[in-house]
């Protein structure tokens, strides 16, 4: 075994990460991070070093210790990168798994986990870290703090790219724990964008109709859990902090602001307090978003009045770039939880033969592709599947194209799904569009801008056609037999890597259907009856 796999094997089976710190410990355990010591300037140098890093193979997280610029300032902050990137072990870490796990697995265990909520526990402010150093009223000075510019483009510098933004629902009173990108607008005022459609937009454009201030923190140094989980879309009544602990497998901890009467993640190493006033916007952007371009500057983002900032010593402050494939932080984590929430949503709607779903991460930070692979058990059961992994809350935003293949296709491999899509799917016939659907003021294809962000979506069946199940052209498949002899001599023979993994296999079957006579084409085969010798 590798020292690298041997390091990832050990890490697992150990219990739940606690914070970042024991993230970053764990994380080195694996031989997967790099502790850059040289002065590097958040001037775009650091996004530009997570940016190449994130091409190679392996690809580890990168912790800035000496910021250029800021060696006097007194929060001796540090910085992370590529804190996931496309590392499927970092992924399965953060989602308490072990590093080894195959993708496919891993996906279904996190789908699983999702249907345990587990409700927060309120801990004393000694119990939490980021309680350590707090500055309120003059004293915030956040241009003092290491906030990087991502992008030569790019209309400021932006915080907290990695973050946790809690906002509370003033119908209903539940807390959401979201990610958005965050930009300095002075010593104690930060921006905060929204897209169409997101909670904390809804909670305050809801607040602002009241004529109420909204109160909002953020956490800029945080477990990349709390990132990977804010970015979803659940219930719009149930707070993310319960599926955060359904993930951990205990209660999340949390404890009570000093200036607002929100719950905060009592193990942050960095955390703002803040308010929305009504009505107040200040512009925004532009910013290089998630599907590797620009962002429109935007005439106003609601802005938030920073009232008090804790942080531990020496903090962690955390960063994601948005980026092309695979530089773009969220594609990899996407790939796994955005796909686990729509296998999920599936599984709510009680849609059977469910194999696995995959949102592949080039996808546009891997919101632009959905493919789901499943054994197809009544007519229209795949056009079933599309339309709803297209609109489920899990789902619906942005995504363009949705994919469904049989169950001998693996999801995550897109030779796979082509060769599907090239052999199984005739477009005139297989392809539906739907208008006018959940999308971004981010989506660059949509122009005029104006356009934005109503979107459209692809439904591409490439699952073998139903109905002719019976005398479709019979693929070409290793017997299982054959393949077990040839991977169980794979290295005495001198073959190189790793043995292919294999889904389809050659079977002797005798089908025998109820109708006289056997299939007939055109007419709808009764149940079938299969025999394995």
């Not at 540090?78 to 891993?106: C, F, K, Y």
């Not at 371009?293 to 531990?312: D, N």
Request: hydrophobic share 35%; glycine share 8%; aromatic share 8%.
């Amino acid at each position: 075994m590798a020292k690298r796999e041997q390091k990832a094997t050990e890490s697992a089976g150990k219990e739940p990460i606690q914070d970042l710190r024991q993230w970053v410990e764990r994380v080195e355990q694996m031989g997967d991070l790099v502790r850059v010591s040289e002065p590097v300037s958040c001037d775009e140098e650091m996004s530009a070093i997570g940016y190449l890093v994130a091409k190679q193979k392996p690809s580890p997280a990168i912790i800035f210790d000496n910021i250029k610029g800021y060696e006097n300032s007194p929060f001796k902050a540090r910085s992370l990168w590529n804190i996931l990137g496309p590392s499927l072990q970092r992924i399965a870490l953060t989602m308490e798994e072990p590093p080894d796990t195959p993708t496919v697995e891993l996906i279904r265990r996190v789908k699983d986990k999702l249907k345990h909520r587990t409700p927060t526990r309120e801990v004393s402010p000694s119990e939490a870290g980021f309680y350590q150093n707090t500055l309120m009223g003059d004293k915030i000075d956040l241009t003092q703090l290491p906030i990087p510019k991502h992008w030569p483009l790019d209309g400021g510098r932006y915080a907290g790219t990695a973050d946790c933004v809690i906002t509370r629902d003033p119908d209903t009173g539940y807390l959401n724990v979201g990610t958005y990108r965050m930009m300095l607008q002075g010593k104690k005022e930060a921006g905060l964008y929204l897209s169409p459609g997101k909670d904390a937009r809804l909670h305050i454009t809801r607040s602002w109709q009241m004529g109420k201030p909204v109160e909002v923190a953020a956490a800029w140094g945080i477990d990349p859990l709390f990132m990977v989980l804010g970015s979803q879309t659940f219930a719009k009544n149930v707070s993310e902090y319960e599926f955060l602990g359904g993930i951990k497998g205990e209660p999340i901890p949390v404890v009570k602001g000093k200036t607002t009467d929100l719950l905060l993640p009592a193990s942050a190493e960095f955390m703002i307090e803040g308010i929305i006033k009504p009505n107040s916007v200040k512009s925004e952007g532009p910013f290089g978003e998630f599907p590797g371009y620009y962002g429109r500057p935007e005439a106003g983002c609601p802005l938030v009045e920073i009232t008090a900032i804790h942080y531990r010593n020496n903090p962690i402050l955390t960063n994601a770039l948005m980026a092309d494939y695979p530089s773009n932080e969220q594609s990899g984590f996407f790939a796994i939880i955005r796909s686990a929430r729509i296998w999920d949503d599936l599984d709510k709607l009680g849609v059977p033969g469910i194999q696995g779903v995959y949102a592949h991460p080039a996808g546009a930070g891997g919101f632009g592709m959905t493919v789901i692979s499943l054994e197809q058990r009544y007519a229209g059961h795949a056009a079933q599947a599309l339309a709803l992994a297209a609109q489920v809350p899990g789902g619906a935003y942005y995504t363009k194209w949705i994919i469904a293949v049989d169950e001998d296709i693996d999801p995550t491999d897109m030779d796979q799904v082509i060769w599907a899509m090239s052999s199984r799917c005739n477009p005139i016939d297989d392809v539906d569009i739907l208008r006018n659907t959940w999308s971004t003021w981010l989506d660059p294809t949509q122009n005029p801008p104006e356009k934005r962000p109503y979107g459209s979506k692809a439904l591409i069946n490439a699952c073998k056609e139903h109905r002719y199940l019976p005398v479709f052209s019979k693929r070409t498949a290793l017997r299982k037999e054959m393949y077990d002899k040839v991977a169980g001599q794979w290295k005495k023979l001198g073959l190189p890597g790793q043995v292919p993994t294999v889904r389809a296999f050659e079977e002797d079957k005798k089908v025998v259907y109820h109708e006289v006579g056997g299939f007939e084409p055109g007419k709808q085969p009764g149940e079938e009856k299969v025999d394995k010798k």
